[in-house]
């Protein structure tokens, strides 16, 4: 399901009440939309308080706290806490199976209309068709994930915290926790930190809090930080906020 509106000084509020942003840049807690924007919503939708879609105003897929987006992000699409995306963020299509007889169409999908058109002509049912080709899943990316200008994800894969892929890459396979990836295909560059530390980052689960919780610890120092972040981890209260999805808007703004 699809909703469309233009933003009001009603939608503007709403939005910045619920710490929804649109502009990196906006000023005196704005949401940063202006009176007359189009708004798109799709079901589906959920959004924590303090993320950004930077300029993009078709609201459709789920993102977490703190996590900023200058990328068109499609539905069914997952961005954890505190991840970072850059521009010229696409998204592989469908497979075509080169270990197939053939690479075309007419192996995994009949809609485009060339295919319709000739079948119908053609007076014949035809439903050979290998519908495994379609059924792979949007991209997962978990927390503090960055991903640079231009990059691709290829359907399915796993982009684990921490992990931070390079400009202009193509990521056709998982990339682990705390990874730099680049290259096309994306390539292991190396390891943000060794594994003791990686391991260390891992049990501090620290996106799962606010960063208020913890400023006094040195955020330069991964492996000291982890250490002293696991000593007072018992005594923090995760971040469960309310999460704004489809239903709350339309409820809201009457659409």
């Known amino acids: 399901m699809r ?4 933003a009001d000084k009603k939608v503007i509020d709403f939005f910045s009440e619920r710490k929804i942003f649109f502009d990196l840049y906006s000023k005196n807690g704005s949401c940063g939309l202006i009176e007359g924007q189009d708004l798109t919503f ?6 924590e308080p303090y993320t950004t879609s930077y300029g993009r105003f078709h609201l459709k897929c789920k993102i977490g706290f703190h996590s900023m ?3 068109d992000l499609p539905q069914n699409f997952r961005l954890g806490r505190y991840c970072s995306v850059a521009n010229g963020l696409n998204f592989l299509g469908r497979r075509h199976p080169m270990e197939y007889v053939t690479t075309h169409d007419f192996v995994s999908i009949l809609w485009p209309a060339p295919l319709k058109s000739f079948i119908s002509d053609e007076k014949i049912e035809y439903k050979k068709t290998y519908p495994e080709l379609l059924n792979k899943q949007m991209p997962i990316c978990d927390n503090d994930v960055w991903i640079g200008q231009n990059v691709v994800l290829n359907p399915g894969v796993h982009i684990s915290t921490g992990a931070v892929i390079a400009a202009e890459s193509v990521v056709t396979k998982n990339v682990g926790a ?7 295909p994306a390539k292991l560059i190396k390891k943000r930190f060794s594994d003791e530390v990686i391991e260390l980052m891992l049990q501090t689960e620290w996106w799962k809090y606010k960063f208020t919780n913890f400023v006094d610890l040195p955020l330069n120092d991964p492996k000291i930080f982890a250490k002293e972040f696991l000593e007072i981890k018992a005594s923090l209260t995760p971040y469960n906020p309310p999460i ?9 703004l009457n659409i």
């Open 244 to 252: 704004l999805k489809f239903q709350d808007i339309c409820s809201a």
């Open 3 to 6: 909703k469309h509106i233009k």
């Open 42 to 47: 799709d079901d589906g939708l959920e959004y």
């Open 69 to 71: 987006s200058m990328s």
């Open 178 to 184: 705390y990874e730099v990836v680049g290259g096309n």
